[in-house]
Protein backbone atom coordinates (compact mmCIF):
# COMPACT_ATOMS: atom_id res chain seq x y z
CA UNK A 1 0.00 0.00 0.00
CA UNK A 2 1.51 3.17 -0.85
CA UNK A 3 1.94 5.96 1.94
CA UNK A 4 0.94 9.83 1.93
CA UNK A 5 2.08 11.87 4.51
CA UNK A 6 -0.01 15.48 4.75
CA UNK A 7 1.85 18.44 6.51
CA UNK A 8 -0.78 21.32 7.11
CA UNK A 9 -1.52 23.19 10.03
CA UNK A 10 -5.43 23.60 8.65
CA UNK A 11 -7.39 20.62 10.97
CA UNK A 12 -10.16 20.71 8.26
CA UNK A 13 -7.64 19.94 5.53
CA UNK A 14 -6.02 17.79 6.97
CA UNK A 15 -9.35 15.58 8.36
CA UNK A 16 -10.52 16.02 4.53
CA UNK A 17 -7.67 14.67 2.51
CA UNK A 18 -7.03 11.83 5.01
CA UNK A 19 -10.54 10.92 4.63
CA UNK A 20 -10.33 10.80 1.20
CA UNK A 21 -7.10 9.22 0.36
CA UNK A 22 -8.14 6.58 2.68
CA UNK A 23 -10.98 5.73 1.00
CA UNK A 24 -8.77 5.80 -2.41
CA UNK A 25 -6.88 2.92 -0.51
CA UNK A 26 -4.12 5.07 0.74
CA UNK A 27 -2.22 4.39 3.63
CA UNK A 28 -2.02 7.81 5.44
CA UNK A 29 -0.09 9.98 8.14
CA UNK A 30 -0.66 13.63 8.49
CA UNK A 31 1.10 16.59 10.42
CA UNK A 32 -0.19 19.79 11.79
CA UNK A 33 3.34 21.36 11.10
CA UNK A 34 6.37 21.16 9.10
CA UNK A 35 8.85 19.90 12.35
CA UNK A 36 6.43 17.26 13.02
CA UNK A 37 5.93 16.23 8.97
CA UNK A 38 9.27 16.49 8.52
CA UNK A 39 10.00 14.25 11.55
CA UNK A 40 6.92 11.45 10.07
CA UNK A 41 8.87 11.27 7.11
CA UNK A 42 12.36 10.14 8.60
CA UNK A 43 10.27 7.36 10.45
CA UNK A 44 7.40 6.22 7.87
CA UNK A 45 9.40 6.83 4.64
CA UNK A 46 6.13 7.66 2.62
CA UNK A 47 5.96 7.89 -1.42
CA UNK A 48 4.22 11.14 -1.38
CA UNK A 49 3.86 14.64 0.76
CA UNK A 50 1.47 16.70 0.34
CA UNK A 51 2.33 20.29 2.40
CA UNK A 52 1.29 23.70 2.91
CA UNK A 53 3.91 26.47 2.43
CA UNK A 54 2.80 28.78 5.51
CA UNK A 55 3.32 27.06 8.20
CA UNK A 56 4.65 27.28 11.73
CA UNK A 57 7.71 25.49 12.73
CA UNK A 58 8.57 25.29 9.24
CA UNK A 59 7.71 26.26 6.09
CA UNK A 60 6.74 24.34 3.23
CA UNK A 61 10.29 25.02 1.95
CA UNK A 62 11.94 24.09 4.96
CA UNK A 63 10.19 20.56 4.64
CA UNK A 64 10.64 20.29 0.80
CA UNK A 65 14.28 20.98 1.51
CA UNK A 66 14.08 18.48 4.39
CA UNK A 67 12.23 15.91 2.64
CA UNK A 68 15.14 15.41 -0.46
CA UNK A 69 17.67 15.14 1.91
CA UNK A 70 15.74 12.34 3.42
CA UNK A 71 15.13 10.81 0.46
CA UNK A 72 15.30 12.55 -3.07
CA UNK A 73 13.00 9.98 -4.48
CA UNK A 74 10.00 11.43 -2.32
CA UNK A 75 7.74 13.34 -4.54
CA UNK A 76 6.23 16.30 -2.94
CA UNK A 77 3.52 18.48 -4.08
CA UNK A 78 2.75 21.80 -2.52
CA UNK A 79 -0.65 23.23 -1.68
CA UNK A 80 -0.28 26.78 -2.04
CA UNK A 81 -2.65 29.92 -2.19
CA UNK A 82 -4.29 31.16 -5.74
CA UNK A 83 -2.07 34.47 -5.40
CA UNK A 84 1.09 33.15 -4.35
CA UNK A 85 2.86 32.36 -7.25
CA UNK A 86 5.70 33.24 -6.88
CA UNK A 87 5.83 30.91 -3.85
CA UNK A 88 4.84 28.12 -6.25
CA UNK A 89 7.72 29.22 -8.88
CA UNK A 90 10.12 29.18 -6.28
CA UNK A 91 9.24 25.69 -4.75
CA UNK A 92 9.16 24.19 -8.42
CA UNK A 93 12.33 25.56 -8.60
CA UNK A 94 13.46 23.23 -5.62
CA UNK A 95 12.10 20.10 -6.54
CA UNK A 96 8.94 20.12 -5.83
CA UNK A 97 6.56 17.75 -8.30
CA UNK A 98 3.81 19.70 -8.72
CA UNK A 99 0.70 22.17 -7.02
CA UNK A 100 -1.99 22.61 -6.01
CA UNK A 101 -3.89 25.58 -5.88
CA UNK A 102 -6.45 26.91 -2.77
CA UNK A 103 -9.59 26.27 -2.27
CA UNK A 104 -8.61 22.33 -3.13
CA UNK A 105 -10.53 20.41 -6.19
CA UNK A 106 -10.83 16.54 -5.76
CA UNK A 107 -10.65 16.02 -9.16
CA UNK A 108 -7.40 17.94 -9.97
CA UNK A 109 -5.87 16.60 -6.74
CA UNK A 110 -6.78 12.94 -7.11
CA UNK A 111 -5.28 13.44 -10.96
CA UNK A 112 -1.93 14.94 -9.45
CA UNK A 113 -1.43 12.56 -6.97
CA UNK A 114 -2.19 9.67 -9.44
CA UNK A 115 0.37 10.92 -11.97
CA UNK A 116 2.63 11.77 -8.72
CA UNK A 117 2.31 7.68 -7.19
CA UNK A 118 3.11 6.51 -11.03
CA UNK A 119 6.33 8.53 -11.42
CA UNK A 120 7.30 7.30 -8.51
CA UNK A 121 6.73 3.74 -8.95
CA UNK A 122 8.20 4.18 -12.33
CA UNK A 123 11.57 5.99 -11.12
CA UNK A 124 11.58 2.53 -8.58
CA UNK A 125 11.61 0.27 -11.46
CA UNK A 126 14.08 2.14 -13.48
CA UNK A 127 16.82 2.33 -10.73
CA UNK A 128 18.51 -0.45 -10.60
CA UNK A 129 18.91 -0.49 -14.42
CA UNK A 130 20.27 2.47 -14.09
CA UNK A 131 22.70 1.51 -11.65
CA UNK A 132 23.83 -1.41 -14.13
CA UNK A 133 24.03 1.02 -16.88
CA UNK A 134 25.97 3.76 -15.79
CA UNK A 135 29.29 2.39 -15.85
CA UNK A 136 28.60 1.10 -19.70
CA UNK A 137 27.14 4.95 -20.51
CA UNK A 138 30.10 6.63 -18.86
CA UNK A 139 31.20 8.23 -22.33
CA UNK A 140 34.11 10.56 -22.09
CA UNK A 141 34.29 11.25 -25.94
CA UNK A 142 32.18 13.63 -27.22
CA UNK A 143 32.05 11.80 -30.67
CA UNK A 144 29.00 9.19 -29.26
CA UNK A 145 27.99 5.96 -31.32
CA UNK A 146 28.42 2.04 -31.86
CA UNK A 147 26.52 1.46 -35.62
CA UNK A 148 28.77 0.52 -38.57
CA UNK A 149 28.34 4.52 -39.80
CA UNK A 150 30.14 5.51 -36.48
CA UNK A 151 32.57 3.17 -36.79
CA UNK A 152 33.11 4.42 -40.00
CA UNK A 153 33.61 7.46 -39.34
CA UNK A 154 36.36 6.73 -36.73
CA UNK A 155 38.43 4.76 -38.93
CA UNK A 156 38.80 8.09 -40.95
CA UNK A 157 39.75 9.93 -38.10
CA UNK A 158 42.54 7.58 -37.38
CA UNK A 159 43.54 7.06 -40.79
CA UNK A 160 43.74 10.87 -41.52
CA UNK A 161 45.03 12.31 -38.48
CA UNK A 162 48.33 10.92 -38.54
CA UNK A 163 49.05 13.41 -41.70
CA UNK A 164 48.85 17.23 -42.47
CA UNK A 165 46.28 15.96 -45.00
CA UNK A 166 43.69 18.48 -46.19
CA UNK A 167 40.28 16.79 -45.24
CA UNK A 168 36.51 17.97 -46.16
CA UNK A 169 33.81 16.88 -44.03
CA UNK A 170 30.28 16.71 -45.38
CA UNK A 171 26.82 16.50 -43.47
CA UNK A 172 23.86 17.80 -42.35
CA UNK A 173 23.22 20.76 -40.20
CA UNK A 174 23.84 18.96 -36.65
CA UNK A 175 25.62 15.87 -37.42
CA UNK A 176 28.99 17.01 -35.50
CA UNK A 177 31.07 18.14 -38.42
CA UNK A 178 33.21 20.01 -35.91
CA UNK A 179 33.21 17.49 -33.22
CA UNK A 180 35.07 15.35 -36.17
CA UNK A 181 37.55 18.00 -37.01
CA UNK A 182 38.40 18.49 -33.60
CA UNK A 183 38.58 14.59 -32.84
CA UNK A 184 41.61 14.88 -35.96
CA UNK A 185 42.92 17.64 -34.65
CA UNK A 186 43.46 16.13 -31.06
CA UNK A 187 43.49 12.76 -31.85
CA UNK A 188 46.95 13.27 -34.18
CA UNK A 189 49.94 14.98 -34.99
CA UNK A 190 48.48 18.39 -34.22
CA UNK A 191 47.39 18.02 -30.63
CA UNK A 192 50.09 20.48 -29.40
CA UNK A 193 49.13 23.10 -31.83
CA UNK A 194 46.56 25.40 -31.64
CA UNK A 195 42.56 24.43 -33.10
CA UNK A 196 41.09 27.66 -35.34
CA UNK A 197 37.51 27.27 -36.02
CA UNK A 198 35.94 29.69 -38.49
CA UNK A 199 32.01 30.14 -39.25
CA UNK A 200 32.45 31.12 -43.11
CA UNK A 201 28.70 32.71 -42.89
CA UNK A 202 29.16 34.86 -40.20
CA UNK A 203 30.69 37.39 -41.68
CA UNK A 204 30.94 39.56 -44.62
CA UNK A 205 33.22 38.94 -46.91
CA UNK A 206 35.66 41.49 -46.62
CA UNK A 207 35.45 41.11 -42.89
CA UNK A 208 35.64 37.29 -43.82
CA UNK A 209 39.06 38.36 -45.64
CA UNK A 210 40.73 40.25 -42.79
CA UNK A 211 39.31 37.36 -40.20
CA UNK A 212 41.26 34.28 -42.31
CA UNK A 213 44.36 36.49 -43.26
CA UNK A 214 44.79 39.10 -40.99
CA UNK A 215 45.70 43.14 -42.52
CA UNK A 216 48.15 45.36 -41.60
CA UNK A 217 47.94 48.99 -40.43
CA UNK A 218 46.14 51.79 -42.98
CA UNK A 219 44.65 48.70 -45.06
CA UNK A 220 40.83 49.68 -44.63
CA UNK A 221 39.35 52.44 -42.77
CA UNK A 222 39.37 51.65 -38.97
CA UNK A 223 42.69 49.54 -38.77
CA UNK A 224 44.65 50.85 -36.57
CA UNK A 225 47.25 48.41 -36.10
CA UNK A 226 48.53 45.09 -37.94
CA UNK A 227 46.32 42.07 -37.13
CA UNK A 228 47.02 38.20 -37.56
CA UNK A 229 44.68 35.95 -39.08
CA UNK A 230 43.42 32.96 -38.42
CA UNK A 231 45.51 30.95 -41.00
CA UNK A 232 48.78 32.53 -38.95
CA UNK A 233 47.24 32.34 -35.63
CA UNK A 234 46.76 28.28 -36.26
CA UNK A 235 50.47 28.02 -36.52
CA UNK A 236 51.25 24.52 -37.46
CA UNK A 237 48.09 23.14 -36.05
CA UNK A 238 44.30 23.26 -38.10
CA UNK A 239 42.30 25.62 -39.40
CA UNK A 240 38.83 24.53 -39.30
CA UNK A 241 36.66 26.14 -41.77
CA UNK A 242 33.02 25.82 -41.74
CA UNK A 243 30.24 26.04 -43.97
CA UNK A 244 32.93 26.77 -46.90
CA UNK A 245 30.16 26.52 -49.18
CA UNK A 246 29.32 29.98 -48.64
CA UNK A 247 32.55 31.43 -49.50
CA UNK A 248 31.99 33.94 -52.00
CA UNK A 249 33.83 33.33 -55.55
CA UNK A 250 36.47 35.75 -54.68
CA UNK A 251 37.58 34.45 -51.83
CA UNK A 252 37.33 30.65 -53.51
CA UNK A 253 40.68 31.82 -55.97
CA UNK A 254 42.22 33.44 -52.88
CA UNK A 255 41.83 29.84 -50.74
CA UNK A 256 42.82 27.87 -54.00
CA UNK A 257 46.15 29.83 -54.01
CA UNK A 258 46.84 29.33 -50.37
CA UNK A 259 46.25 25.18 -51.13
CA UNK A 260 48.87 25.35 -53.63
CA UNK A 261 51.23 27.93 -52.89
CA UNK A 262 51.00 27.01 -48.68
CA UNK A 263 51.56 31.43 -48.24
CA UNK A 264 49.30 34.07 -48.14
CA UNK A 265 49.14 37.83 -47.71
CA UNK A 266 47.57 40.15 -45.59
CA UNK A 267 44.81 42.05 -46.20
CA UNK A 268 47.01 45.30 -47.36
CA UNK A 269 50.13 43.80 -47.22
CA UNK A 270 52.92 42.42 -49.32
CA UNK A 271 55.17 40.12 -47.39
CA UNK A 272 54.35 36.36 -48.45
CA UNK A 273 53.77 34.34 -45.07
CA UNK A 274 54.31 30.51 -45.14
CA UNK A 275 50.87 28.32 -44.56
CA UNK A 276 51.78 25.47 -42.06
CA UNK A 277 48.39 24.75 -41.03
CA UNK A 278 46.48 21.37 -41.51
CA UNK A 279 43.10 22.58 -43.77
CA UNK A 280 39.71 21.17 -42.37
CA UNK A 281 36.70 22.38 -44.25
CA UNK A 282 33.07 21.41 -43.60
CA UNK A 283 29.59 21.82 -45.49
CA UNK A 284 25.96 20.98 -45.21
CA UNK A 285 25.72 21.36 -48.87
CA UNK A 286 26.79 18.61 -51.57
CA UNK A 287 30.24 20.48 -52.94
CA UNK A 288 30.38 18.15 -55.88
CA UNK A 289 26.65 19.86 -56.79
CA UNK A 290 27.54 22.94 -56.23
CA UNK A 291 30.34 22.34 -58.73
CA UNK A 292 27.94 21.37 -61.35
CA UNK A 293 25.39 24.56 -60.96
CA UNK A 294 29.34 26.53 -61.30
CA UNK A 295 28.72 27.82 -57.37
CA UNK A 296 31.38 26.61 -56.42
CA UNK A 297 35.08 25.96 -58.04
CA UNK A 298 35.82 23.16 -59.22
CA UNK A 299 39.73 23.14 -58.92
CA UNK A 300 38.98 24.41 -54.91
CA UNK A 301 36.96 21.52 -54.39
CA UNK A 302 39.50 18.80 -55.50
CA UNK A 303 41.91 20.60 -53.61
CA UNK A 304 39.58 20.16 -50.24
CA UNK A 305 38.41 16.38 -50.75
CA UNK A 306 42.26 15.34 -50.83
CA UNK A 307 40.70 13.36 -47.58
CA UNK A 308 36.81 12.87 -47.49
CA UNK A 309 34.53 11.93 -44.72
CA UNK A 310 30.47 12.08 -44.91
CA UNK A 311 28.53 12.07 -41.19
CA UNK A 312 25.28 9.89 -41.30
CA UNK A 313 22.79 11.95 -40.67
CA UNK A 314 20.99 10.41 -37.27
CA UNK A 315 17.64 8.88 -38.54
CA UNK A 316 20.41 6.12 -40.58
CA UNK A 317 22.02 5.02 -36.69
CA UNK A 318 18.75 5.24 -34.99
CA UNK A 319 20.45 2.41 -32.74
CA UNK A 320 23.14 5.30 -31.43
CA UNK A 321 20.16 7.16 -29.67
CA UNK A 322 20.34 5.63 -26.31
CA UNK A 323 23.99 6.86 -26.18
CA UNK A 324 23.59 10.25 -27.35
CA UNK A 325 20.22 10.24 -24.78
CA UNK A 326 22.76 9.15 -22.05
CA UNK A 327 25.75 11.08 -23.08
CA UNK A 328 23.17 14.02 -23.65
CA UNK A 329 21.53 13.64 -20.13
CA UNK A 330 24.74 13.75 -18.27
CA UNK A 331 26.15 16.72 -19.86
CA UNK A 332 22.80 18.81 -19.33
CA UNK A 333 22.09 17.77 -15.95
CA UNK A 334 25.36 19.10 -14.72
CA UNK A 335 24.89 22.28 -16.68
CA UNK A 336 21.23 22.69 -15.38
CA UNK A 337 22.47 21.45 -11.75
CA UNK A 338 19.52 18.28 -12.22
CA UNK A 339 19.20 14.69 -11.89
CA UNK A 340 17.67 13.32 -14.61
CA UNK A 341 19.17 9.73 -15.43
CA UNK A 342 16.24 7.28 -16.20
CA UNK A 343 14.70 6.70 -19.50
CA UNK A 344 11.67 4.70 -19.32
CA UNK A 345 11.54 2.25 -22.87
CA UNK A 346 8.77 4.17 -24.34
CA UNK A 347 10.59 7.39 -24.58
CA UNK A 348 13.56 5.43 -26.23
CA UNK A 349 11.05 4.49 -28.90
CA UNK A 350 9.69 7.92 -29.77
CA UNK A 351 13.26 9.38 -29.88
CA UNK A 352 14.28 6.32 -31.99
CA UNK A 353 11.25 6.78 -34.40
CA UNK A 354 11.56 10.43 -34.85
CA UNK A 355 12.86 12.11 -38.08
CA UNK A 356 15.44 14.35 -36.46
CA UNK A 357 15.70 16.43 -39.31
CA UNK A 358 18.34 18.90 -37.19
CA UNK A 359 20.20 15.84 -36.15
CA UNK A 360 22.41 15.78 -33.14
CA UNK A 361 21.64 19.17 -32.29
CA UNK A 362 18.14 18.92 -32.60
CA UNK A 363 18.13 15.75 -30.16
CA UNK A 364 20.17 17.81 -27.64
CA UNK A 365 18.12 21.01 -28.19
CA UNK A 366 15.06 18.58 -27.42
CA UNK A 367 16.71 16.74 -24.28
CA UNK A 368 17.12 20.25 -22.92
CA UNK A 369 13.94 21.33 -22.83
CA UNK A 370 12.66 17.90 -20.99
CA UNK A 371 15.37 17.98 -18.43
CA UNK A 372 13.56 21.73 -17.65
CA UNK A 373 10.25 20.58 -17.64
CA UNK A 374 11.34 17.76 -15.65
CA UNK A 375 10.38 17.40 -12.12
CA UNK A 376 12.05 14.50 -10.92
CA UNK A 377 14.67 11.99 -12.09
CA UNK A 378 12.71 10.33 -15.17
CA UNK A 379 12.74 11.39 -18.33
CA UNK A 380 9.16 11.70 -18.77
CA UNK A 381 7.31 11.17 -22.69
CA UNK A 382 5.11 13.94 -21.92
CA UNK A 383 8.09 16.67 -21.73
CA UNK A 384 9.63 15.55 -24.64
CA UNK A 385 8.52 18.19 -26.96
CA UNK A 386 9.16 17.24 -30.71
CA UNK A 387 8.43 19.51 -33.79
CA UNK A 388 5.38 20.04 -35.51
CA UNK A 389 5.56 17.01 -38.44
CA UNK A 390 3.46 16.24 -41.25
CA UNK A 391 3.46 12.03 -42.93
CA UNK A 392 5.28 12.02 -46.45
CA UNK A 393 3.02 9.90 -48.97
CA UNK A 394 3.54 7.94 -51.45
CA UNK A 395 6.85 6.64 -52.63
CA UNK A 396 8.16 8.12 -49.34
CA UNK A 397 5.75 6.51 -46.56
CA UNK A 398 9.06 4.69 -45.37
CA UNK A 399 10.56 7.48 -44.22
CA UNK A 400 10.13 8.74 -40.70
CA UNK A 401 7.64 12.10 -40.41
CA UNK A 402 9.52 15.38 -41.04
CA UNK A 403 8.96 19.17 -40.98
CA UNK A 404 9.63 21.08 -43.80
CA UNK A 405 11.54 24.15 -42.67
CA UNK A 406 14.60 26.37 -42.83
CA UNK A 407 18.06 25.56 -41.38
CA UNK A 408 18.10 29.24 -40.67
CA UNK A 409 14.89 28.82 -39.10
CA UNK A 410 15.91 25.11 -37.67
CA UNK A 411 19.25 27.37 -35.88
CA UNK A 412 17.19 30.32 -34.45
CA UNK A 413 14.87 28.09 -32.89
CA UNK A 414 17.65 25.68 -31.20
CA UNK A 415 20.09 28.79 -30.05
CA UNK A 416 16.41 31.10 -28.65
CA UNK A 417 15.92 27.53 -26.86
CA UNK A 418 18.87 26.97 -25.32
CA UNK A 419 19.45 31.02 -24.47
CA UNK A 420 15.64 30.89 -22.64
CA UNK A 421 16.56 26.75 -20.99
CA UNK A 422 19.58 28.77 -19.46
CA UNK A 423 18.18 32.22 -18.53
CA UNK A 424 20.22 33.95 -20.74
CA UNK A 425 23.63 33.06 -19.59
CA UNK A 426 25.30 33.69 -23.11
CA UNK A 427 28.63 32.36 -21.55
CA UNK A 428 27.25 28.96 -20.49
CA UNK A 429 25.17 29.29 -23.71
CA UNK A 430 28.14 29.59 -26.53
CA UNK A 431 29.64 26.51 -24.87
CA UNK A 432 26.85 24.38 -25.59
CA UNK A 433 26.21 25.63 -29.07
CA UNK A 434 29.71 25.23 -29.75
CA UNK A 435 30.36 28.82 -31.30
CA UNK A 436 32.27 32.02 -29.98
CA UNK A 437 30.51 34.07 -27.90
CA UNK A 438 30.80 37.00 -30.65
CA UNK A 439 29.34 34.69 -32.80
CA UNK A 440 26.34 34.07 -30.41
CA UNK A 441 25.75 37.86 -29.70
CA UNK A 442 25.68 38.13 -33.57
CA UNK A 443 23.40 35.32 -34.35
CA UNK A 444 21.27 36.85 -31.99
CA UNK A 445 20.95 40.16 -33.14
CA UNK A 446 20.76 38.61 -36.70
CA UNK A 447 17.74 36.64 -35.59
CA UNK A 448 16.45 39.35 -33.21
CA UNK A 449 16.21 37.08 -30.71
CA UNK A 450 14.84 38.35 -26.82
CA UNK A 451 14.60 36.82 -23.58
CA UNK A 452 11.81 34.20 -23.43
CA UNK A 453 9.72 35.58 -25.87
CA UNK A 454 7.36 33.50 -27.48
CA UNK A 455 8.18 33.05 -31.33
CA UNK A 456 4.78 33.69 -33.86
CA UNK A 457 3.29 29.96 -34.98
Given amino acids: MEKILIIDDDQSIRNTLTGYLKKQDYEVFSAADG ?86 KLSDELNSFVGEKTEEYELKNTLIGKTPQMKQVYKKIGQVST ?31 PFVAVN ?15 HVKGAFTGSIRDKKGKFELAGEGTIFLDEISEVSPNLQVKLLRILQQKEFEKVGGENLIPMKARVIAATNKRLSELVKAGKFREDLYYRLKVFSIDIPPLRERIDDIPYLVSHFLNKINLELHKNVNKIPEDVTELLKNHFWIGNVRELENTLMQAVVLSSDDVLLKENILLRKTEQPSGADKHV ?58
Fill in 35 to 120: LEGIELAKTELPDLVITDIRMPGADGFEVLKCIKEIDPHIHVIIITAFDDMHSTVKAMQQGAYDYIEKPLEIDKLKITIQRALENK
Fill in 163 to 193: SRVTVLIQGESGTGKELVARAIHYSGITKNH
Fill in 200 to 214: CTALTESLLESELFG
Fill in 400 to 457: SKVEYISLEDLDKRHIKNILDALKWDKNKAHKILGISLPTLYSKIEHYKLSPFEKEAD
